[in-house]
């Protein structure tokens, strides 16, 4: 019943930045965890960041220190900002939320997938 939509994926050089958003089409309670996922060619999706209900961020190794999550639950809305892109970072990147269900249970909505193609 949640559906989301991707936006902000490009093709930029090396070092650029970039902004993706992820609008919901319904209020995302806070209690939803949320996440971006991004499957590089040829290889499994694989979490790039993730945020809590209450906004606490974790983040994959290799975007340490370049990537920010961020949500605005008032607006439906979590953004991955992205720095200091690397082509390494190229793939379709995924919006995630996962709705509880019962105490030890998840339901997974997921985003139709924006691409990002970094060059070299």
């Known amino acids: 019943q949640v559906q989301m939509v991707e936006s902000g994926g490009d093709l930029v050089q090396a070092g650029g930045s970039l902004r993706l958003s992820c609008a919901a089409s319904?209020?995302?309670?806070?209690?939803?965890?949320m996440g971006w996922y991004r499957q590089a060619p040829g290889k499994e999706r694989d979490l790039v960041a993730d945020?809590?209900?209450?906004?606490?961020?974790t983040y994959a190794d290799s975007v340490k220190g370049r990537f920010t999550i961020s949500r605005d639950n008032a607006k439906n809305t979590m953004y991955l900002q992205m720095n200091s892109l690397k082509p390494e970072d190229t793939g379709v990147y995924f919006c995630?939320?996962?709705?509880?269900?019962?105490?030890?249970?998840?339901?997974?909505?997921w985003g139709q997938g924006t691409q990002v193609t970094v060059s070299s």
């Open positions: 995630n939320a996962k709705r509880p269900v019962g105490l030890h249970a998840s339901i997974d909505y």
């Open positions: 319904r209020n995302i309670d806070r209690t939803y965890a």
């Open positions: 945020i809590t209900s209450g906004g606490s961020p």
